[in-house]
C-alpha cells in the first residue's frame, strides 16, 4: 500500500490498483508514484495475471495535475508511469467512473481495454488549457477512433458519455451503474478465459492507413474549415498537427510521441497556455468569498419567480427552468406575457429543431412555467428575481411591494445592471434578503452572473445566490454595491476611448478591426451597429456622433445603417455619412485628427483604461480579487480568453507601460497600479 493506492489480488489472479488521491485523482506526483509502485509490483508478482487500475471517490483520473505545470518535473514523470503500464505484459483495464480527462484519459489508452459506466464521461479538454493531450492522446486516440474523429474530439475539447464514447469505440465496455469494480473484474477474468491478448493502442494502425492518402490535404481543409473559432489560440493548430503526424510517423509509434512532445512544448510556456491555466483556476476560485465559510447555511431554492418576460426575463426564466426549477413568470398584461412564453418555447423548438433537445424536453420545460399577470402570484416563491426597466423609481416602487407580497425567507433579487442596490433594498423592511443577480445577455447564453452584495445582504443570501448560479450552469462572481458593479463598469471605459479615439483620426473600421485582431468576437462600432444605437446610450448628456447618427434615424443594421452601411445581406461597408458626422463632431468638440495609430496603438488606447478602471474596481473592494475581475471580462463580455483578461493581460504587457500610456492619454492612473508598477508588483502572478 503507498499513501493514495492499495493494491489487492482477486480470484483468478485479477490484480486491482486503487487509486484515492482526493479531489480529483489528479496524476500528481503522489498518483504517479502509487501507479510506479502498484504495477512494478504486480509485474513482478507471477499469481497475478489481469490488472483492473481503478479510482476511488468521486471521479477516475481528471488529468495531469495542472499546477505542476511550469514548475521543475519530478521524477517520475506520466510517461515514464505509463512505459511502465503499458510493457507490462498483462492485460490491463481501465474501470472508469465520474471523468476520465485529459491525462487521466490517456492513461486509460495505455491500458488494453476500457470499461466504464454509464454516468462517466471521458474526454481530452487540454485545448481548454492551451495545451495538447501531451501523454499520447494525440497518437493514440485516432488509432482508436480513426483520425476524423480524433480532430473534432481534441480540437473541441468536450467530455463525452459513456455511451457515445462506447459507440466510437473511446472504451470497450459498459459496466453496471454502482457495480464498476465487480464488472471491471469480471471483464478481466473474460479476457484471461478467452486467452484475448493484451493488443496495445500504440500497435493499432488501421485506422490510420484508412487515411493516408488523403493526408496532408484533409488536415490543411479541417484546419481553414475552422480558422474562424480556431482564431487566436495557439493550441488546435498544434492539435491538427500532430494527428497528422501520427500517419505520417506510423507505424513508428515512438516517432509520433516525439512529434507530440516538440509540439507540447511549444505550447506550454506560451501566454495562451499560461491564460488558460490561470482561467481553468480563476474560474474556480471565483466561488470562493472571504468572509463567508463553510459554517454559513444557504438556503433551500425549490421555486422562483421572475417578474419580466422581456428578453431578459425570459432568458432569465429560462435559466431555471434548464436546472429543473419550476418558475412563476410574471408580467402587467396578458399581452406581454404571451409574447414572453411564446419566444421563450421558440427557443427551445429551435434548439429541438437543431437535435440538441427532443420535443418531450421542450414540454418538460415549458410544463415548469407558471405564467401569471400581477406580482400577488409571487407570494410563495422561494426567490424572485427581477427584470423590469432599468430605472431606481420602477425597480423602487416593484420592492416596496414585493415586500408586502413575498413570503417571509424568500430571496428578493434584482438583475440591475448599473443601479444602486442598497437603493433598492431600502425600498423593502427586509434589506438582507436582498441580492444583486445581475445576467448578462442573452441570459440564456451568457455564463457570467454577477452575484451583488449590498450593505446589509445577509451572508446567507449572498452565498444562496453564488450557489443558486452555479445550478443554473452560471460562473457566479461576486461584486460590491457600486455603478455598474464590475463588467460593465470597466468595459465601458472601451467605448468611451472608441467614441473619443474616432474623433482624432482611425476610423471605426480601423479601431473595430484592432479590437477584432485582439479577438473580440466585434468591435465597439460594430457592436453599436448590431445592437442599435436608439439602445446603446451612455448617459451623453451633450452632442454625440451616435446622437446625431440617430438624429438621421441611422439606427444600425436595423435601420439605414449606423456608423457602417450595409447591403441585403447585412455586409458592412464603412460610411460616407457617418464620416461626414464624425467630421462635424470633431469639428464641433474642437478635436485635431492627429491621423492614424497603429493597431497596438489602438488597443493599447481602448484597454488600459480597463485595466485601469479594473485596478480601482479592486481598490475600492468592489472585487474581492483580481482573477474575479478577468473571469467578469471573459464570461460577460467575452474577452479572449487567451490573453487572460484584463488583469492578467496588464500583467504581460507591463504594469509600468500600462501606466504610462494611461498617462500619454491624459488619463490620471489608478493608486493601486501606480504602486504596484513601482513596485514590479502583478495583479495575477504570484
Ligand atoms: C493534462 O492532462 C495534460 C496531459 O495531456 C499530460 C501532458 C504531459 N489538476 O472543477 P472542480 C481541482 S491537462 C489540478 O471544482 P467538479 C480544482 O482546482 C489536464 N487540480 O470539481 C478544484 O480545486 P479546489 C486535463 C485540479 O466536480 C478541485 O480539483 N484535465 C485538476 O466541478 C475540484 O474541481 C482537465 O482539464 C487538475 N487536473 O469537476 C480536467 N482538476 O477545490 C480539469 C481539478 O481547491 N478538471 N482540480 O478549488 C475538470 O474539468 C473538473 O475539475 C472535473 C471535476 C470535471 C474533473
Redesign the pocket.
Known amino acids: 500500500m503507498s499513501e493514495v493506492g492499495t493494491f489487492t489480488v482477486e480470484e483468478g489472479g485479477i490484480g486491482v490498483i486503487a487509486i484515492d488521491n482526493p ?2 485523482n ?3 506526483i503522489k498518483t504517479r508514484r502509487a501507479l510506479d509502485e502498484g504495477f512494478r509490483k504486480f509485474a513482478a508478482d507471477d499469481s497475478v495475471k489481469a490488472i483492473v487500475l481503478i479510482c476511488g471517490g ?2 477516475f483520473f ?8 511550469g514548475k521543475p518535473p519530478q521524477e517520475p514523470g ?2 515514464d508511469v505509463f512505459n511502465i503500464i503499458e510493457n507490462g505484459g498483462k492485460p490491463v483495464v481501465a474501470a472508469i467512473h ?2 476520465a ?4 484519459y ?1 492513461l486509460a489508452l495505455i491500458c488494453n481495454y476500457r470499461i466504464a459506466v454509464p454516468s462517466a464521461m471521458v474526454g ?3 485545448v ?2 492551451g ?5 499520447g ?1 494525440t497518437q493514440r486516440l485516432p488509432r482508436v477512433v480513426g483520425p476524423e474523429a480524433a480532430l473534432d474530439i481534441i480540437t473541441g475539447g468536450d ?1 463525452i458519455p459513456a455511451k457515445k464514447a462506447l459507440g466510437l469505440g473511446m472504451i470497450d465496455a459498459l459496466a453496471e451503474e454502482g457495480k464498476l469494480r465487480e464488472d471491471a473484474i469480471a471483464f478481466a477474468r473474460s479476457l484471461l478465459a478467452e486467452g484475448k491478448p493484451a493488443v496495445r493502442v500504440r500497435d493499432r494502425n488501421e485506422k490510420l492507413e484508412a487515411v493516408r492518402d488523403r493526408t496532408p490535404a484533409l488536415f490543411d481543409e479541417y484546419l481553414a474549415k475552422n480558422a474562424r473559432s480556431f482564431r487566436g489560440f495557439k493550441a488546435p493548430h498544434n492539435i491538427v498537427r500532430a494527428i497528422q503526424a501520427s500517419i505520417e510517423t506510423a507505424p513508428d509509434f515512438d516517432k509520433g510521441m516525439e512529434r507530440e512532445r516538440e509540439l ?1 512544448r511549444e505550447l506550454e510556456p506560451s501566454i495562451e497556455s499560461q491564460a488558460q491555466r490561470y482561467y ?2 480563476a474560474e ?2 471565483a ?2 468569498i472571504p468572509d463567508i465559510g463553510k459554517d454559513v447555511a444557504t438556503i433551500p431554492v425549490k421555486t422562483a419567480g421572475v417578474i419580466g418576460a422581456g428578453t431578459m426575463g425570459g432568458g432569465i426564466t429560462m435559466n431555471f427552468l434548464n436546472a429543473g426549477i419550476p418558475v412563476t413568470l410574471v408580467e402587467m398584461t396578458q399581452e406581454a406575457l404571451d409574447r414572453g412564453v411564446g419566444v421563450i418555447r421558440r427557443n427551445y423548438e429551435n434548439t429541438a429543431k437543431k437535435g440538441r433537445m427532443t420535443q418531450e424536453q421542450v414540454e418538460q420545460r415549458m410544463a415548469l412555467i407558471t405564467p401569471a399577470i400581477g406580482l400577488e402570484a409571487l407570494g410563495q416563491v422561494d426567490m424572485i428575481v427581477e427584470a423590469v426597466f432599468e430605472e431606481i423609481a420602477i425597480k423602487q416602487d416593484v420592492f416596496g411591494k414585493l415586500d408586502k407580497i413575498a413570503k417571509q425567507g424568500a430571496i428578493l433579487a434584482s438583475n440591475t445592471s448599473y443601479l444602486d442596490l442598497d437603493a433598492i433594498a431600502n425600498a423593502t423592511s427586509r434589506p438582507e434578503w436582498v441580492v444583486g443577480t445581475h445576467f448578462f445577455s442573452p441570459a440564456n447564453v451568457m455564463r457570467l452572473l454577477e452575484v451583488v452584495r449590498g450593505a446589509k445582504t445577509s451572508k446567507e443570501v449572498v452565498k444562496t445566490a453564488m450557489e443558486i448560479g452555479k445550478k443554473i450552469g452560471k460562473v457566479s462572481v461576486l461584486s460590491g454595491n457600486g455603478f455598474g458593479f464590475i463588467a460593465n463598469r470597466i468595459m465601458t471605459q472601451r467605448g468611451k476611448q472608441a467614441d473619443q479615439l474616432v474623433l482624432e483620426g482611425p476610423t471605426p473600421q480601423d479601431i473595430d478591426q484592432a479590437i477584432y485582431n485582439y479577438g473580440f468576437a466585434m468591435g465597439p462600432f460594430q457592436m453599436i451597429d448590431l445592437v442599435g444605437l436608439d439602445v446603446i446610450g451612455r448617459g451623453e448628456t451633450e452632442r454625440t456622433i451616435r446622437g446625431d447618427l440617430v438624429k438621421l434615424d441611422r439606427l444600425g443594421q436595423k435601420k439605414n445603417g449606423g456608423f457602417y452601411d450595409y447591403d441585403e445581406n447585412r455586409k458592412a461597408t464603412p460610411s460616407p455619412v457617418a464620416a461626414k458626422v464624425i467630421a462635424d463632431i470633431a469639428a464641433f468638440k474642437g478635436v485635431e485628427n492627429k491621423g492614424k495609430l497603429s493597431a497596438e496603438d489602438i488597443v493599447a488606447r481602448l484597454l488600459y483604461p480597463v485595466v485601469n478602471e479594473g485596478a480601482k474596481v479592486l481598490e475600492e473592494g468592489i472585487a474581492s480579487r483580481a482573477s474575479d475581475i478577468d473571469v467578469a471580462a471573459i464570461l460577460g463580455y467575452n474577452w479572449p480568453v487567451y490573453t487572460g483578461g484584463p488583469m492578467f493581460w496588464g500583467d504581460t504587457v507591463g504594469l509600468q507601460k500600462v501606466v504610462d500610456g494611461l498617462k500619454a492619454q491624459g488619463i490620471e492612473p489608478s493608486k493601486l497600479l501606480v504602486e504596484k508598477a513601482a513596485k514590479g508588483e502583478s495583479f495575477t502572478r504570484g
Do not use: C, H, N, Q
Open positions: 479531489p480529483v489528479a496524476l500528481g468521486r471521479t481528471a488529468g495531469a495535475d495542472i499546477s505542476e505545470f506520466l510517461v465520474g471523468t480527462l485529459g491525462g487521466g490517456e481530452l479538454p487540454e481548454k488549457l495545451l495538447l493531450p501531451g501523454a492522446g467530455p507540447f481553468f483556476f474556480r476560485e466561488a470562493k
